[in-house]
C-alpha cells in the first residue's frame, strides 16, 4: 500500500493581493506563502517530507485560479522517483485557470532512479485569457554518483486539452531512444519550458518570445542540443538536452526571465527558496 497525498490550491484576487487557500491530506503541503514581488503575485513553495515516491504512492495537485490572480509555485529541491518492485508511482497536477490569470509551474528537477516505475501527468486547462509559464526537468539515473537509469521506466505527460499534447514512455532497456542521435543522443537530462495561453497569440508576440529563447541558447552550452518552436499558435515551447541538470535550469531561468518580461512586463525575480 502506498501513500497517497492530495494538495489543493486555490487562489484569488482581493484589491490588490492574491490570495492563497491550501488545503492538504496526506505527505504534501504548503511549506511558504511569500509575496517578493509585492500583493499581487503569490510564491508558493511545495514540500513533500517523505523525499521521494516508491511504487504505489501517488500525488495529486490541484489548482485553481480565480480572475486577476498570479501563482508562482516551486519546490525546494528534486523530486525523486525511486526504485519499485512492480507498482507505478504517479504525480498529477491538474491547473484549472480563468480569464485574466497568470500561473508560474517551476518546480526543481524530478530524478528518475533505475529501477523506478513513475508517471508525472500534468493537465493545464486554460480560458481565453489566462496564460502559463512552466517548465518540467527529467533527470535519469545519477551518472554522477555510479548510479545510471538502467531498469525501469517513466511516463512523462504535458496537456494542454485541444492545445497541445506531449506524451512519451522512456523505458531503460530502450537503448535506440536513450542513446540514438535521433532520440537523446546519450544525454540523461531532459527540459521542456513553455509559455502557454487559452487565447491566440499574436504573430509578433510569438515571434517575440521564440527569438528570445532562441538567442538565449545561441550563447550558451547546450546550444546545439536546444531549439525553441510554436506547436501551436497558443503555445512557445523550449526544449532541450544535456548531460547535467545545472547548465539546462540556468538556460531556462533565463528564457523564463525573458519570456515574463515580454508577455507580461515583469522583472526577472527568483523564488527565494532557490537562494537559500
Not at 523525499?51 to 523530486?79: E, K, N, Q, R
Not at 504535458?158 to 542513446?179: V, Y
Request: aromatic share 6%; hydrophobic share 40%.
Amino acid at each position: 500500500m502506498g501513500w497517497h497525498g492530495h494538495l489543493t490550491l486555490d487562489y484569488r484576487r482581493d484589491g490588490d493581493t492574491t490570495q492563497a487557500h491550501d488545503r492538504h491530506d496526506g505527505p504534501l503541503r504548503v511549506l511558504q506563502r511569500l509575496y517578493p514581488e509585492g500583493p499581487g503575485i503569490c510564491h508558493h513553495v511545495l514540500v513533500h517530507p517523505p523525499g521521494g515516491m516508491v511504487g504505489g504512492d501517488t500525488l495529486d495537485i490541484d489548482v485553481s485560479l480565480a480572475g486577476g490572480s498570479h501563482a508562482v509555485i516551486t519546490t525546494p529541491g528534486a523530486a525523486r522517483f525511486y526504485r519499485s518492485s512492480g507498482a507505478a508511482a504517479v504525480q498529477r497536477l491538474r491547473v484549472r485557470a480563468a480569464t485574466g490569470t497568470r500561473l508560474e509551474w517551476l518546480p526543481l528537477e524530478t530524478i528518475a532512479y533505475s529501477g523506478c516505475e513513475g508517471e508525472n501527468l500534468l493537465r493545464f486547462d486554460l480560458e481565453p485569457g489566462a496564460e502559463t509559464i512552466g517548465w518540467d526537468v527529467l533527470a535519469l539515473g545519477l551518472p554522477a554518483a555510479e548510479q545510471p537509469f538502467e531498469r525501469g521506466r517513466y511516463l512523462q505527460s504535458i496537456e494542454l486539452p485541444g492545445r497541445w499534447l506531449e506524451r512519451g514512455t522512456i523505458a531503460a532497456d530502450d537503448r535506440t531512444l536513450l542513446d540514438s542521435p535521433l532520440g537523446l543522443a546519450g544525454q540523461r537530462v531532459i527540459g521542456t519550458l513553455w509559455l502557454a495561453a487559452g487565447h491566440a497569440m499574436a504573430d509578433t508576440r510569438r515571434d517575440e518570445l521564440l527569438d528570445a529563447a532562441r538567442a538565449a541558447c545561441a550563447g550558451h552550452e547546450l546550444a546545439r542540443i536546444a531549439g525553441a518552436t510554436a506547436p501551436h499558435d497558443e503555445v512557445v515551447v523550449l526544449r532541450a538536452l544535456a548531460p547535467r541538470v545545472e547548465p539546462l535550469m540556468a538556460l531556462f531561468k533565463d528564457v523564463r526571465n525573458r519570456w515574463r518580461q515580454i508577455a507580461w512586463g515583469l522583472g526577472a525575480v527568483q523564488p527565494r527558496i532557490w537562494t537559500t
